[in-house]
């Protein structure tokens, strides 16, 4: 159990049943009366948001979250298979993954979060590389700063990146944002 002097940005609460991330928060101490603790709060599962208001007295319920280390495997279709150090597999719809899916390599280890035994988020490190499968030349002579064009991964994600960057280098892409972060290697 939390109490309300717990409540900050990021941490996980529960309500109702269903595992939410304080997003923001303010606190207002009026003239008269009880301080109020406002949170905006965002679903973990469906990505919903709320505000939920708290009192001084009022106990906040802590999930029931754990993480687990598992390395990628394969894709089967839409599913994503992953497994466990004890030679589990979790399967993952694409759905679920959203875009993180374009980024993942074999063997790559990602954090899994867990809320009552089931799956409610997926970790990837920060950066990861990856080929460019397709993009066009960049013109000559162009050589104004910060000048992007699109290029595509294997995967079929699109992305910008500089001038410079031809079909087959490959790149480091952070996770977080889904954007160019370097050029690792050229062709």
């Known amino acids: 159990m939390f109490t309300v002097s717990d409540l900050r940005k990021g941490l996980k609460i529960e309500?109702?049943?269903?595992?939410?991330?304080?997003?923001?928060?303010?606190?207002?101490?009026?003239?008269?009366?009880?301080?109020?603790?406002?949170?905006?709060?965002?679903?973990?599962?469906?990505?919903?948001?709320?505000?939920?208001?708290?009192?001084?007295?009022?106990?906040?319920?802590?999930?029931?979250?754990t993480m687990k280390e598992c390395s990628f495997s394969y894709q089967n279709g839409d599913h994503y298979v992953f497994m466990d150090d004890h030679f589990e597999e979790l399967n993952l719809e694409a759905t679920f993954l959203g875009d993180r899916r374009h980024w993942l390599v074999e063997d790559m280890r990602v954090n899994v979060l867990f809320h009552?035994?089931?799956?409610?988020?997926?970790?990837?490190?920060?950066?990861?590389?990856?080929?460019?499968?397709?993009t066009d030349p960049g013109?000559?002579?162009?050589?104004?700063?910060?000048?992007?064009?699109?290029a595509k991964l294997s995967s079929g994600y699109e992305l910008q990146v500089p001038l410079f960057i031809n079909t087959g280098d490959i790149i480091k892409l952070d996770t977080r944002t889904g954007k160019y972060a370097d050029r690792v290697s050229k062709k």
């Open 15 to 65: 309500i109702d049943g269903q595992p939410f991330e304080i997003t923001e928060f303010t606190f207002m101490k009026p003239g008269k009366g009880q301080a109020i603790y406002t949170c905006r709060v965002k679903h973990m599962v469906n990505g919903a948001t709320m505000v939920k208001t708290y009192r001084q007295v009022d106990r906040i319920d802590e999930p029931n979250l």
């Open 116 to 134: 009552n035994n089931q799956p409610v988020d997926v970790t990837l490190p920060t950066f990861v590389e990856k080929e460019i499968a397709h």
């Open 139 to 150: 013109a000559r002579g162009n050589t104004a700063t910060n000048v992007m064009k699109p």
